[in-house]
């Protein structure tokens, strides 16, 4: 049985994973507008991500025997960007789900609930990932300075992401 607190904060991150899916599909758009097929390929493989974050939550709220309660979702603050902007905002909004998840994981410390605190270890390690992944890209787009050449190479590598299997 989840407590309301813990229950609360399960449902809160739905909706964060939901946000950064929604935020990771108008990155997606962002990409095709710059004419990067392979910017706009990673944001969707993202986006697809975000959803199997959202529902690993839902499915551990029900599992539970937990009540899922869904909110709204934000409006993403994602326009008129550059490719190293989309980045930036990629890696920043992936340091602020990583804040969510420690918060999440010292709540069900706090609370003695060890099989949330064991369920959220996957998501400690995903965040590491996450994090090196957008890191990464920002440190090529650096390197290249705008250089359409490098921005190419950049935009080829992106393509060639493909969907987890796992
Ligand atoms: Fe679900 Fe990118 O964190």
Partial sequence: MLSDNIQAALNKQINEELESAYAYLQMA?????????GFANW????????????DRFFNYILER?????????????IADETPLSLFEKALAHEKHISR???????????ESDHAT???????????VEEEAAAQAVIDQLRLVEGSPNGLFMIDRELAARQPETA
Avoid: M
Avoid at 65 to 77: C, F, S, T
Avoid at 118 to 127: A, D, G, N, R, S
């Fill in 100 to 110: 969510c998840i420690f918060a999440l994981k010292d709540l069900a410390k706090s």
């Fill in 65 to 77: 025997n937990g009540e899922v309660k869904l909110d709204a979702i934000a409006k993403p603050d």
């Fill in 29 to 37: 758009a962002e990409g095709d507008r710059l004419g990067l097929p």
């Fill in 43 to 54: 944001f969707r493989l993202q986006y697809g991500e975000e959803l199997a974050h959202a």
């Fill in 117 to 127: 605190d064991v369920f959220l270890e996957w998501f400690v390690t995903e965040q």
